[in-house]
């Protein structure tokens, strides 16, 4: 957002308008950066062919994903139903990555009819592809690198302990698979989790990556997945993307000047290209004063933007009503039946019942984590894009929420 001649703004058009259009809470998202976060990566790493997969999981309404595919992005999807969502969107088969974990295998051979690219991370439904498809359908394979990262426990997929991936040390058993089934293998993935600052930990994934690369020959790309960090809090510092992609570009040109033909770099950002991309407004109801603390209670919670709660993430939080009022300490909670706080003893201009406020950061796994706890309806989503509001989808309604439900026979 951006504060001009007091008055704050997305993408050129005043919040508070915005926040008119289709009430709140609502969920606003500005297409301009997102362009922004693309272009950055697509520089950072002009040197190397590149590939850049959306990770849908982060935020998957059908408008952004048209946007980001104008944009140059292909999708990873980690579902049967994100590939769905994807193909309806615009994206071709071609240009979707299947990335799917602890599924029934009926997912894959749904997959195969769609003529996705099929990434694998699990011996027994290698072994059962191989069986079923031999040479017919190439596969990536997703190993699991064995190494501890990411901002929190919950995202950490690369550990020795997590349930993501092959592990590097069952290079053998693959390769047996690969011996008995004539699979084809096209791509090697390797993913180690979310919010990682340090460049050092993607190079050392790109260095087990490609020493195990010269076991496959029919390589057509490397995918390292993503998990760069975007700054949350006022002094946070995200991922050095420009620092990364000259040391991995200078790996990577090496490793293909010594093949016939080059293999492409993928990544799959999800946050990195949305979070930034979206706030969450939300009404303040009431404020309350306990003895201890001052509630700003608003008219969201935990079944709209759930992160502070299950991660204890940080969201920065603006009083749009009051740019310029004085700072007090409050606890903004929401109106969910239970401990449901998004920010604990948070300093913000005084706040008013009826205030607008604007949750920071909430492009990424906020609405695709939604839900209707409380039987508390999902907020609508706006899109702003080249300066105009768009409403792509409405808010929910009771008929909503009853539609699948079925009256039993008394």
């Known amino acids: ?30 297409t301009a950066v997102m362009a922004r976060q693309v272009a950055r990566l697509k520089s950072a790493f002009n040197k190397v062919p590149l590939r850049i997969l959306y990770a849908c999981k982060a935020l998957t309404n059908v408008n952004v994903l048209r946007r ?10 980690v579902s049967i139903e994100e590939v769905e969502i994807g193909l309806r969107a615009g994206f071709l088969p071609k240009e979707i990555l299947f990335t799917p974990n602890m599924v029934a295998y009926s997912e894959y051979q749904r997959a195969v009819q769609l003529g996705v690219v099929i990434n694998i991370d699990s011996l027994s439904v290698l072994e059962h592809f191989g069986h079923d498809f031999g040479d017919r359908v190439p596969v990536c394979i997703r190993f ?15 550990h020795i302990d997590s349930k993501f991936g092959i592990s590097i040390h069952q290079l053998r058993h693959v390769e047996r698979v690969l011996a008995t089934t004539a699979l084809r293998v096209n791509g090697l993935h390797m993913h180690t989790g979310s919010d990682i600052l340090d460049a050092e930990v993607f190079l050392q994934g790109a260095e087990l990556i490609l020493d195990i690369a010269e076991h496959f020959p029919n390589l057509t790309f490397l995918d390292l997945g993503s998990g760069f960090k975007v700054p949350y809090k006022p002094d946070d510092i995200g991922t050095d993307i420009e620092d990364l992609g ?16 080059p293999v492409e770099l993928w990544f799959e950002p999800g946050k990195f290209l949305v979070s930034e991309a979206g706030v969450l407004l939300v009404r303040v109801d009431q404020v309350k004063q306990t003895t201890a603390t001052v ?55 005084e706040v008013h019942e009826g205030d607008l406020l604007a949750f920071l950061n909430a492009g990424a796994y906020g609405y695709s ?4 706890y ?37």
């Open 246 to 261: 000259m040391q991995l570009s200078e790996r990577l040109i090496r490793f293909n000047a010594q093949r016939a033909a």
């Open 144 to 158: 699991n690198p064995h190494i501890m990262a990411g901002g929190n426990e919950r995202i950490s997929t690369g």
């Open 295 to 349: 509630f700003a209670g608003v008219n969201s919670g935990l079944n709209h933007l759930i992160r502070p709660m299950l991660y204890g993430s940080y969201h920065g939080i603006v009083n749009v009503s009051a740019p310029e009022g004085k700072p007090r300490i409050y606890t903004v909670a929401g109106y969910i039946c239970e401990t449901d706080t998004f920010a604990w003893d948070r300093k913000l201009p």
């Open 1 to 30: 957002m951006e504060l001009k001649d007091g008055t704050y703004h997305i993408g050129g058009l005043p919040v508070e308008a915005l926040a008119a259009l289709a009430g709140t809470p609502a969920y606003v998202y500005d």
């Open 68 to 77: 980001l595919r104008a944009l140059g992005c292909g999708l990873d999807a």
């Open 369 to 372: 984590m939604a839900s209707n």
């Open 374 to 410: 409380n039987s508390r309806l999902r907020p609508p989503e706006i899109m702003v894009h080249e300066g105009k509001a768009h409403v792509i989808r409405r808010r929910e309604t009771l008929e909503d929420l009853l539609a699948t439900q079925i009256d039993a026979a008394e």
